[in-house]
């Protein structure tokens, strides 16, 4: 099975502060990552697939990024709404994988 | 617009079985894959299952395989998740997800449903 590790597991950051989150494959998956963002109390929603292709509706300030291995999820300038919990989801091969989350409050 | 509208949730025993549905709309149900993802308490997010557009073909991790099957009616636009022998290690939200799937970018979850609590206790 192919392990995504993502980190931080826990994120606190300031208003308009630029965010990275990082998952690391423990193979080669190619661009076969997407990004999703879970909202206190909510359903989980697309953000990023594709590693780089923002989803529809999705505000400018997320963008993605590869890396070999290692993918990266930014947010360009932190914003109130943005709080949650961030995961990442390799379909490259079943099982499908997501990392562990990383939870994003404001600091 | 696309709405994925799960129930059949509740309590259910240990060793029990329930069955999940999932009714979809605003979009061409038979042209797209769909799958199951779960979530415990607290936890991230579990991949359950996953299913073509004509149901020919399914697919499980090997933590529901043999105990739980996908399948969907196009007819009703609906996607079902048989879940037999329950465990307490079952309980989760379980959540309807469309697959959306480019030939450069590979597959991805566009659309999630509101989720559908289901608890495995005595």
């Known amino acids: 099975d192919i392990q995504m590790t993502q980190s931080p597991a826990s ?3 300031s208003l308009e502060e630029i965010v990275t989150i990082t998952c690391q494959a423990s193979q080669d998956i190619g661009n076969w990552l997407s990004w999703y963002q879970q909202k206190p109390g ?7 697939y594709g590693a780089t292709s923002l989803a529809d509706g999705v505000p400018s300030r997320f963008s993605g990024s590869r890396s070999g291995t290692q993918y990266s ?10 709080i949650g919990i961030y ?3 390799q379909a490259y091969s079943a099982p499908l994988t997501f990392g562990s989350g990383t939870k994003l409050e404001i600091k | 617009e696309v709405q ?3 129930t059949g949730g509740g309590l259910v025993q240990p060793g029990r079985s329930l069955k999940l549905s999932c009714v979809a709309s605003g979009f061409t149900f038979n042209n797209y894959w769909m799958s199951w993802t779960r979530q415990a308490p607290g936890k991230g997010l579990e991949w359950v299952a996953s299913i073509t557009n004509s149901g020919g073909s399914t697919y499980y991790p090997d933590s529901v ?3 739980f099957t996908i399948s ?3 007819a009703q636009n609906t996607l079902y998740l048989q879940m037999n022998s329950l465990r307490s290690e079952d309980t989760a939200t379980y959540y309807c997800t469309r697959v959306r799937y480019n030939n450069h970018r590979g597959y991805y979850f566009d659309y999630w449903g509101q989720g559908v ?6």
């Open chain 1, 11 to 13: 994120l606190s950051a």
């Open chain 2, 117 to 122: 609590m289901v608890t495995v206790s005595s």
């Open chain 2, 4 to 6: 994925l509208v799960e």
């Open chain 2, 65 to 67: 395989k043999g105990r």
């Open chain 1, 73 to 82: 999820l930014k947010i360009s300038r932190l914003q109130v709404e943005d």
């Open chain 2, 72 to 74: 969907r009616d196009n």
């Open chain 1, 87 to 89: 995961y990442c989801l």
């Open chain 1, 42 to 48: 909510k359903s989980p929603q697309l953000l990023i």
